[in-house]
């Protein structure tokens, strides 16, 4: 299971003559960091690991802050046409995204957001899972602690901030991680909205590299190291809250 | 609400909810509408568009570029849905049980589930490297040599599919654990009684009580795979000679190489309905298995 992963760094400690021996070394003759040098010096690769980061943290966070404010008033706030609207949220979940994605390339196109970080962004934050997911979290929160607060004079925001949100840390957390790993590793929909390589992430800008040096394949394999270690540092990390999000959603990416 | 006017409740459901609705109506109602309606249409962007009404689902039920997709997405899956079942249940069965460095082997496999599928394909293409790719060098040891795996028409779509199942078996595994922890041990003790060995237990007792979870995984992995796109477009972008056209490359080409808007949204829409089906189909299934 983990030997596509070690071929793949043994690869990238090669240099370009090694990737090209038969029978293949598994263990490098004259391992060196030459191809990290040189992939992130000919190529920026450094720039889109900063891209992928911009975008994936603007975007969980957008998402979390947008989807649980929503959460909120399904689960806690009466109002006309609710749970009519709620169901309305639900059913767009089996949408396929392949269907939505042509009229939203037209309306980037539209709203001359090609090529810019508001593409990447913007359409992501409005996760109609992860006002689900919330939603039935905040739920499962007893009524008579924010009727308590209201006594003292609380209104909906120091309820919403102060009551719901620190009682529903784990959910966050998994929702926060899941869709952090979905932005980092989205593909598709920059292959559409992105042409200037300026705004590529990582998976785009990995797939130029193939574009570019098809036969260097020391030096892709530099390029996949850089994209899957901070992803795999984030997953070490929170490997619970990664489980949680992708088991819930039934998504793998 | 204790105390409160109706005016100030409203005001309070716009601010939690107005941002959140605005983006839904623009970026998934509003795009989900038009796209059945550009589906009615001809259209590449820059002329006007042209009504055709159902002209596109006609021309599609005619298309054989679309119907190969089809079979390519239907290749795809049944090569793909059972192997992956069947290693995903034996991981899931295999570290569920006490064995040392349980921890570890689950991190193992999950981390290609974690990993962009644009980086497991550029590693896959890289194992199958004619040349000097490991997998040609593994098997010309059983005296296998030489295959071109992505320049081969009938080797493609399998190197496609081992890349997918290898990438996803930690994520059925981790649904699979989920349903054998929902599996009480009073089974297995009584089965320990009556002298059954491990295998008539996993028979009699396990794969019974795990069919809804069987059937609720394969139907997520099947939606999943109908959307396959990433792997085919790093690997080998639909070739070789067309081989791994599937219909999400086919529905990407339409749109974004060719400018068919409309036959692309219509293409789409019949993805859509087939995960539609599906999911009906599950929700059916699940309403019987819940009582």
């Known amino acids: ?253 | 609400m204790v105390g409160m006017t109706k005016k100030k409740t409203a005001f309070w459901v716009a601010v939690f909810l107005l941002p959140n609705l605005i983006g839904f109506f623009t970026f998934i109602v509003f795009p989900l509408l038009s796209s059945l309606a550009i589906s009615f249409t001809n259209w590449d962007l820059i002329s006007t568009m042209e009504f055709v009404g159902i002209d596109n689902y006609k021309q599609l039920m005619v298309d054989k570029e679309f119907w190969a997709a089809f079979t390519h997405t239907v290749t795809f899956i049944i090569g793909y849905l059972p192997l992956v079942m069947i290693f995903g249940l034996a991981c899931a069965l295999l570290l569920n049980r006490k064995v040392k460095l349980r921890a570890f082997f689950r991190a193992a496999y999950f981390l290609p589930v974690v990993t962009s599928w644009v980086a497991v394909s550029l590693v896959w293409k890289w194992l199958f490297n004619p040349s000097y790719g490991l997998i040609n060098y593994f098997l010309s040891f059983v005296g296998i040599e030489g295959l071109n795996w992505l320049q081969d028409e009938s080797l493609a779509m399998p190197a496609i599919i081992i890349t997918s199942v290898w990438k996803d078996i930690g994520f059925v595994m981790v649904l699979f654990l989920g349903g054998l922890q929902n599996i009480s041990t009073s089974y297995y003790e009584a089965a320990d009684i009556d002298g059954a060995n491990s295998w008539k237990k996993f028979w009699n007792i396990t794969l019974p009580l795990l069919t809804p979870t069987t059937f609720f995984v394969t139907i997520i992995s099947l939606i999943n795979s109908f959307q396959v796109f990433d792997q085919v477009m790093i690997m080998t972008e639909g070739g070789p000679g067309g081989a791994t056209n599937v219909l999400v490359q086919n529905i990407y080409n339409h749109a974004f190489r060719y400018f068919e808007m409309g036959y692309a949204s219509a293409m789409s829409w019949i993805l859509f309905i087939v995960i539609f089906v599906i999911t009906l189909i599950q929700m059916k299934m699940q309403k019987r298995w819940a009582d």
């Open chain 1, 1 to 253: 299971m983990l030997l596509p992963f070690l071929w793949m760094i043994s690869t990238s400690l090669k240099n370009q003559g090694a990737t090209m021996v038969f029978p293949p070394q598994f263990i490098p003759d004259h391992a060196s960091f030459q191809n990290y040098k040189d992939v992130t010096g000919a190529f920026p690769m450094l720039h889109f690991l900063g891209n992928s980061l911009l975008v994936a943290v603007l975007t969980t966070l957008g998402q979390l802050l947008l989807c649980s404010m929503a959460a909120y008033a399904f689960a806690r706030m009466q109002f006309w046409g609710r749970d009519k609207l709620f169901l309305l949220y639900l059913a767009t979940m089996m949408v396929p995204a392949q269907v939505t994605m042509i009229p939203q390339f037209i309306l980037m196109k539209n709203f001359g957001w090609l090529d810019t970080y508001q593409a990447l962004i913007v359409p992501g934050l409005f996760s109609v899972f992860g006002t689900f997911l919330l939603r039935q979290a905040f739920l499962s929160i007893p009524k008579e602690l924010e009727e308590a607060a209201f006594m003292d004079g609380a209104n909906h925001f120091s309820i919403f901030w102060r009551v719901i949100m620190p009682l529903s840390k784990p959910t966050l957390a998994t929702l926060g991680i899941f869709s952090f790993m979905q932005s980092w590793n989205n593909y598709l929909w920059l292959l559409i909205v992105i042409n200037d390589k300026s705004y590529a992430t990582l998976p785009l800008g990995l797939s130029l590299l193939q574009g570019r040096w098809e036969t260097n394949w020391n030096m892709m394999m530099a390029g996949v190291v850089i994209s899957v270690l901070p992803i795999l540092a984030v997953y070490l990390f929170a490997q619970k809250y990664f489980i949680q999000g992708m088991t819930m959603s039934g998504m793998k990416e």
